[in-house]
T-cell receptor, first 118, second 114 residues
């Protein structure tokens, strides 16, 4: 069963505008972590932001924020003031804590291609 | 300091041949992960190392795939008798420990099986 769902294969945004990339997840664990990674055309995966399931406040990292709605099992990424360099593939990922041991294995969504227009 | 490095960056091989992919993690990182990225399957976990042991090999797709890690550092992913469906980008990541938040990814090895 798919555990991470990204329903937007592609998104377009105008430079300097904000954009929201959707992510929903499924888990029976109470303790888990949610991640967003950026993959530019060069192929390297770049960590953007992390949200722990017990974190009460939404995570923020510069222009990135994570809109975490636990009851709805959603972890949307918000990019404010988009830049041309933000054009890339974006992946949502989850780390579950199996048997109380967090060993970091990530499960990824299918990704969203973001294109920023000048 | 240096990031995660992988070699080769590209590998083209004929069906049935064996290939070895190498990963050099960030110095001092005890946790190491292999993932595979392909068009049809997206990003998939393959195997996780903590030190030299592999407590989770659940993602290895068949017994043609194996991996080892020596000296708590370099890891090699070996694919025997390659098939066309093995064509993908193989990504390696490392982390200071299995419980740390961020995994640092290498640039990947693009494998093409003809």
């Amino acid at each position: 069963a798919q555990k991470i769902t990204q329903t937007q294969p592609g998104m377009f945004v105008q430079e300097k505008e904000a954009v929201t990339l959707d992510c929903t997840y499924d888990t029976s664990d109470q303790s888990y972590g949610l991640f967003w990674y950026k993959q530019p055309s060069s192929g390297e995966m770049i960590f953007l932001i992390y949200q722990g399931s017990y974190d009460e406040q939404n995570a923020t990292e510069g222009r990135y924020s994570l809109n975490f709605q636990k009851a709805r099992k959603s972890a949307n990424l918000v990019i404010s003031a988009s830049q041309l360099g933000d054009s890339a593939m974006y992946f949502c990922a989850m780390r579950e804590h199996a048997g109380g041991t967090s060993y970091g294995k990530l499960t990824f969504g299918q990704g969203t291609i973001l294109t920023v227009h000048p | 300091g240096a990031g995660v490095s992988q070699s080769p960056s590209n590998k083209v091989t004929e069906k049935g041949k064996d290939v070895e992919l190498r990963c050099d993690p960030i110095s001092g990182h005890t946790a190491l992960y292999w993932y595979r990225q392909s068009l049809g399957q997206g990003l998939e976990f393959l195997i996780y190392f903590q030190g030299n042991s592999a407590p989770d090999k659940s993602g290895l797709p068949s017994d043609r795939f194996s991996a080892e890690r020596t000296g708590g550092s370099v890891s090699t992913l070996t694919i025997q008798r390659t098939q066309q469906e093995d064509s993908a980008v193989y990504l390696c990541a490392s982390s200071p420990s299995g419980t740390r938040v961020e995994q640092f990814f290498g640039p990947g090895t693009r494998l093409t099986v003809l």
